[in-house]
């Protein structure tokens, strides 16, 4: 049994893994819950008992942890998780801030559980559009190689956490540019020099990272849209042989955490109302791309605040007790 913590359990992220933990009976002795001072004292149900959220502050380093999820910012994770590390404290870390640190593992563990070993004791979760997308490939990968991906986004509000749920039911444009209601926003995270913003580049590098590929050829557009949960992810990739479409969704369906809807004679195909508290990955619209050469198109939904976040971040933790490293 394990004393665990979580960081940042006031907000979407950080509610969803304390109640997958309590979903999914993690081996938990003491639950102790931080987030800022805002929310210093409120209440929060777990198996059955009231913990109260205390105020993150140098006192939580204290504390002595076996297990961290960090939920509350790249800001948070920078400050806390090196002194948690020099104690021997492993953390499971939400925010983009090690992600890319060749020393750190980027891990979705249905593709790359591997890699939990470069470092003992921080474990990054990618990015949530980034993890279905990986799940969806790793199987094409393995089997055919893939040359090209280009990634287009239809990313829902709670991706942004409470502050975009709430743009979304107001109307108003108090955390995005513009109004979300009625609307989509090609913008996610700020713009770089190079035209792409960081959650584009984000999906980009990290895609690389985990499939331990350079040499892959990626773009991506995302892009808000006013959906409450679930993201949807048009992927055209490019194989380096060729295929059929029976055994690509035949390769799809056998992998672990993939659902395959792909009947539109039946108007049957993912949509995020439909993924909305899964923590599979779900495919279809599945077609060849006529255009060149060995490609095809993808849809693929996931509910962001599970699959893309905390079920992952928890998966991660599963497969660390397995390994016996916690």
Known sequence: MLKVGVVGASGLVGRNIISILEEKKFPIKELKLFASSKSKGKEIYFNNDIIYIEELNETFLETDFDLVFFAAGSNISEKYIPELMKRGVISIDNSSFFRMREDVGLVVPEVNPE???????LIANPNCSTIQSVVALKPLYDKYGIRRIIYST???????????????????SDFYP?????NVIPHIDSFLDNGYSKEEMKM???TKKILHDDDLKITATTVRVPVRVGHSISINVELKSDFDLDDIRETLSQFNGIVVV????NNKYPMPIHAEGRDEVFIGRIRRDYSTENALNLWVVADNVRKGAATNAIQIA?????????
């Open 318 to 326: 599963e497969e660390l007790l397995k390994k016996g490293a916690i």
């Open 204 to 206: 980009i590098n990290e």
């Open 262 to 265: 792909d009947d539109v004679k």
């Open 115 to 121: 890699d939990l070993n470069i470092n003992k004791t």
């Open 154 to 172: 239809y990313q829902a509000v709670s991706g942004s956490g409470q502050k975009g749920l709430n743009d979304l039911d107001t109307g108003r």
């Open 178 to 182: 513009f109004q979300i209601k009625g």
